[in-house]
């Protein structure tokens, strides 16, 4: 299999689930300004849509989505419990949080990553991001990670976007503007993550630091 990967992007949440399960993937990344990879090919010869992240599977099918590649990255390794069963209440409550994560976190951040072209919309984009992640800290106040007891892949999706408001590690990368001093509850939840080796790799597979 072949994940494509942009440093620092939403591609960093299956680079994580590829860590945690101890899967055979090769890296390929994408150039942010050429959107070539580092062998030249043009990746949106490889990904219409242009962005990361991007699984290849050894058939040669693709899957473009992140969610769905991490729930498919789970099912290979369905004993390692990073996604419930298919079919079950739990496996429908992680997918209704990957959407949430998608729709109300993921986007919610675009306005404020291009400031420059968003213009005055961020001032409405970023009070309703921050209520967004506040409904996330009530979440975590009774439970260490998202789905309760045990790390999933809706907290490799949650890292990956959180890291974009506050991670300083990215800020030649992207200046988001959220601060989370009075989430504790996810600032405890953070802390938690970054000390996973799976996590702590990915970073230094990236080139990234903190």
């Not at 419930?84 to 976190?105: C, D, K, N, W």
């Not at 789905?147 to 990215?170: C, E, K, P, R, S």
Request: charged share 25%; aromatic share 12%; glycine share 8%.
């Amino acid at each position: 299999m072949k994940l494509y990967y942009l440093p620092a992007s939403c591609s960093l949440s299956p680079h994580i689930v590829v860590n945690e399960l101890g899967l055979d993937v090769e890296l390929i990344r994408v150039d942010h300004t050429t959107h070539k990879t580092e062998s030249g090919l043009d990746f949106h010869d490889i990904n219409p849509h242009g962005y990361v992240p991007l699984l290849e599977l050894g058939n040669g099918d693709r899957l473009r989505e992140g969610p769905v590649i991490v729930q498919y990255l789970a099912d290979l390794k369905p004993d390692a419990g990073l996604a419930a069963p298919a079919g079950t209440m739990e496996r429908y409550r992680l997918q209704e949080m990957l959407g949430f994560l998608s729709t109300e976190i993921h986007k919610g951040f675009i306005p404020l990553l291009y400031a420059r072209l968003a213009g005055n919309y961020v001032e409405t984009a970023r009070p309703k991001l921050e209520k967004r992640y506040q409904w996330i800290d009530a979440h975590l106040a009774d439970r260490p990670f998202l789905m309760g007891d045990h790390f999933t892949v809706a907290d490799a999706y949650l890292f990956a976007l959180t890291g974009w408001g506050q991670a300083a590690w990215l800020k030649s990368y992207y200046k988001a503007g959220i601060h989370f001093d009075e989430l504790r509850n996810l600032e405890a939840w953070y802390a938690r993550m970054r000390q996973r080796h799976a996590v702590r790799r990915a970073i230094e597979e990236e080139g990234l630091a903190f």
